[in-house]
């Protein structure tokens, strides 16, 4: 038996898969472009801002390298527990009453996907962006990484304001 979907429920749905749409499609076209047009593989590493460069990483491990020394069946099992990931944030994107873990929820899928595909594609996933400061360097990341973490945020961001307010009305609860 289906349920209906609650009111305004369709919006977040569809915003969340609206989310999910160009995040995939944003990841897949820059790496296209990295790799195809701007031939970073052959570059190396281009400096494009004094705190920026496009720098070539195949990273066959996860999320900034880790668990990288699982061997041959890593891209198997990354994608796996990745697709399992990203079908129950899609499952639970039918439920959430908030936009912003909607919104969350898209953004981290997307990025998931994307990813999926490059593993699928290459065997790794294509990284490029490399931010760097005043001697301080972060790992080489993607649209699809930026997109994850910032999914994140966001989804804990509402869960701490969700708890802030539950805390507010139960300590205003007490005094009565």
């Given amino acids: 038996m289906s349920r209906a979907p609650a009111p305004g429920q369709s919006g977040r749905i569809v915003t969340g898969l609206v989310v999910l749409s160009v995040v995939l499609i944003a990841d897949q076209v820059s790496k296209w472009w990295v790799l195809n047009r701007f031939d970073l593989p052959a570059r190396g590493s281009v400096a494009i801002a004094p705190f920026l460069n496009f720098t070539m990483v195949w990273n066959h491990a996860v999320t900034f390298g880790m668990f990288g020394g699982v061997g041959r069946f890593g891209p198997i ?100």
């Fill in 77 to 176: 099992l990354f994608c796996t527990v990745a697709l399992i990931a990203v079908m129950a944030l899609l499952w639970q994107l039918t439920r959430t009453p908030k936009m912003l873990v909607a919104v969350a929820m898209g953004g981290i899928a997307g990025g998931a996907i994307g990813n999926v595909i490059d593993r699928l594609r290459f065997g790794a996933v294509v990284d490029f962006i490399h931010a760097h400061a005043f001697g301080w360097s972060w790992y080489v990341f993607n649209v699809a990484d930026s997109a994850i973490v910032c999914g994140v945020g966001l989804w804990l961001i509402d869960t701490l304001r969700a708890e802030k307010a539950g805390a507010g009305n139960h300590d205003a609860r007490q005094m009565h």
